[in-house]
């Protein structure tokens, strides 16, 4: 009990409610909300759905709430900008896979899978406001994010100002006794505890966990950010990415993306300290999680790829490239790589290009616009092994 209730746990609002619950027989509705903003649940999801995997052989109740509608508004927490609006075709396209990858963290047979575009798109206007008269501007400007951008003279657009109502809509129409989330949901989660109580609900029970610093090792993982590791990457994919993050995350990873007992990881930090080598560290983290999700053969097939390529110098092996196809005589690299969603903008290919990130043929590339042809090899970063076909 004490493991599931502090690991990886920043704090718990109503913990004293939660544990009686946990330990007698009450049993609880518990929500996790993702917006599905771009393709793929990621690791980052999994430090919270390894929870929920563990509630749920428990016996309680998981919601796995999909925000179809508020992804229209797009999360403002930690923005310094307004996101774009999503179409409903690009909205429900990130569903279907959101939906083939959640059996892979939790048990969707038994789970509630809802969206919450049933009563968010059922509300009127006079619904609207009804619900908004039960939380006042200073609440809502009393987020940290928002408040920030309203002293940078930011522009801070109404609809985002919404975004926790209707959040916090959500554990009203679900009757949510639980609600997960990161560090960065909590005013949202918090909102929900509010309106809950102001419409005569029991105020669900607040729980966040520490937030996966992504392989960049700055930021929170992130699709939007492109510093993630999807769960439905390939073993070598995986394997690699989790090579590549900074040592400092070594020990971060171990205790928020595997079940290794702590006492073990506290042996490993030591040791780290003491002048082991990360990479052996970091090489047995890479196993561990690639195991978790492609099983034992895959991961040390991955390993032996991985080393083979980078400690052995061999070039990548046939399971390491994509053939992707051309589609026409040639192409500027820039559109190629964007036209296949190996990168998500041209501003980013001109990146990678600036900072010698790019080789194509064994040739570290400088013009972003160079032409490319089938036959061709692509190296992008440590990671990306492509052969155009």
């Known amino acids: 009990m004490d493991e599931?209730?502090?690991?990886?746990?920043?704090?718990?609002?109503?913990?004293?409610?939660?544990r009686e619950a946990l330990e007698g027989k009450r049993k609880l509705r518990i929500k996790f909300g993702v917006d599905p903003t771009r393709p793929d649940l990621h690791i980052g999801h999994a430090v919270v759905m390894q929870k929920l995997r563990v509630l749920q052989d428990m016996?309680?109740?998981?919601?796995?709430?999909?925000?179809?509608?508020t992804t229209k508004?797009?999360?403002?927490?930690?923005?310094?900008?307004?996101?774009?609006?999503?179409?409903?075709?690009?909205?429900?396209?990130?569903?279907?896979?959101?939906?083939?990858?959640?059996?892979l963290l939790i048990n969707t047979k038994k789970a509630?899978?809802?969206?919450?575009?049933?009563?968010?798109?059922?509300?009127?206007?006079?619904?609207?406001?009804?619900?908004?008269?039960?939380?006042?501007?200073?609440?809502?400007?009393?987020r940290e994010d928002f408040r920030n951008r309203l002293a940078a003279?930011?522009?801070?657009?109404?609809?985002?100002?919404?975004?926790?109502?209707?959040?916090?809509?959500?554990?009203?129409?679900?009757e949510a006794d639980v609600e997960f989330g990161g560090t960065d949901q909590l005013f949202n989660l918090m909102t929900g505890r509010t309106l809950q109580k102001k419409l005569g609900q029991r105020p669900q029970?607040?729980?966040?966990?520490?937030l996966l610093v992504g392989t960049d090792g700055v930021k929170k993982m992130s699709k939007s950010l492109d510093n993630y590791i999807a769960v439905t990457d390939a073993p070598v994919d995986m394997y690699g990415?989790?090579?590549?993050?900074?040592?400092?995350?070594?020990?971060?990873?171990?205790?928020?993306?595997?079940?290794i007992p702590l006492a073990t990881i506290d042996g490993l930090v030591q040791n780290l300290a003491a002048g082991a080598n990360p990479r052996d560290s970091k090489a047995s983290l890479a196993r561990e999680i690639v195991r978790l999700y492609h099983g034992d053969p895959a991961a040390v097939k991955a390993e032996a790829d991985w080393n083979a390529t980078f400690r052995d110098k061999k070039g990548p092996t046939q399971d390491m490239m994509r053939n992707l196809k051309l589609g026409k005589q040639s192409a500027k690299l820039i559109d190629f790589l964007v036209d296949h969603e190996l990168r998500s903008s041209r501003s980013e290919v001109r990146k990678l290009v600036e900072q010698n990130g790019i080789r194509v043929n064994g040739a570290t590339i400088s013009d972003p616009f160079a032409e490319i042809k089938a036959g061709d090899e692509i190296n992008i970063g440590k990671t990306d092994f492509i052969k155009v076909v």
């Open 153 to 174: 003279g930011q522009e801070l657009a109404l609809h985002e100002l919404l975004y926790p109502l209707m959040q916090a809509y959500d554990s009203v129409a679900l």
């Open 205 to 210: 029970i607040v729980w966040t966990l520490e």
């Open 112 to 142: 509630e899978i809802r969206y919450n575009s049933e009563w968010l798109g059922k509300l009127g206007f006079g619904d609207l406001i009804q619900l908004a008269s039960n939380l006042s501007v200073a609440q809502i400007i009393e």
């Open 59 to 69: 016996g309680h109740t998981v919601i796995f709430l999909i925000g179809d509608y």
């Open 73 to 103: 508004i797009g999360d403002p927490s930690g923005k310094s900008k307004t996101r774009p609006m999503l179409s409903d075709a690009e909205i429900m396209a990130n569903v279907k896979t959101y939906l083939d990858q959640a059996h």
């Open 241 to 259: 990415k989790l090579m590549s993050i900074p040592d400092q995350l070594i020990a971060p990873y171990y205790k928020l993306c595997t079940d």
């Open 4 to 18: 599931l209730l502090t690991r990886g746990t920043d704090q718990i609002i109503g913990e004293e409610e939660l």
